[in-house]
């Protein structure tokens, strides 16, 4: 899936609010302090982590690539 930002960045837990693979900061969260959030392939428990065009981020076998609108 490939989500496309108009600002330099977006935080780790709206993009996965944004791609719809949760429905609430709340859930973000604790998927992201639980450890199942993974940017470029390591684990990232930083849900105010800045994403930038390039960045691809998985969650639950599902993989978003940010790209530069």
Same mark, same amino acid.
């Given at each position: 899936? +490939?989500?496309?930002?108009?600002?330099?960045?977006? !935080?780790?837990?709206?993009?996965? !609010? &944004?791609?719809? &693979? *949760?429905?609430? $900061?709340?859930?973000?969260?604790? &998927?992201? @302090? @639980? $450890?199942? *959030?993974?940017?470029? $392939?390591? *684990?990232?428990?930083? #849900?105010? #982590? !800045?994403? #930038?065009? $390039?960045? !691809?981020?998985? &969650?639950? +076998?599902?993989?978003?690539? *940010?790209?530069?609108?």
């Amino acid at each position: 899936m +490939n989500i496309s930002i108009t600002t330099e960045f977006i !935080k780790l837990d709206s993009l996965l !609010k &944004l791609a719809g &693979l *949760v429905y609430t $900061g709340g859930e973000a969260k604790i &998927l992201i @302090q @639980q $450890g199942d *959030v993974y940017l470029n $392939g390591e *684990v990232c428990t930083e #849900r105010g #982590r !800045k994403i #930038r065009p $390039g960045d !691809k981020v998985c &969650l639950k +076998n599902k993989e978003i690539t *940010v790209s530069a609108e």
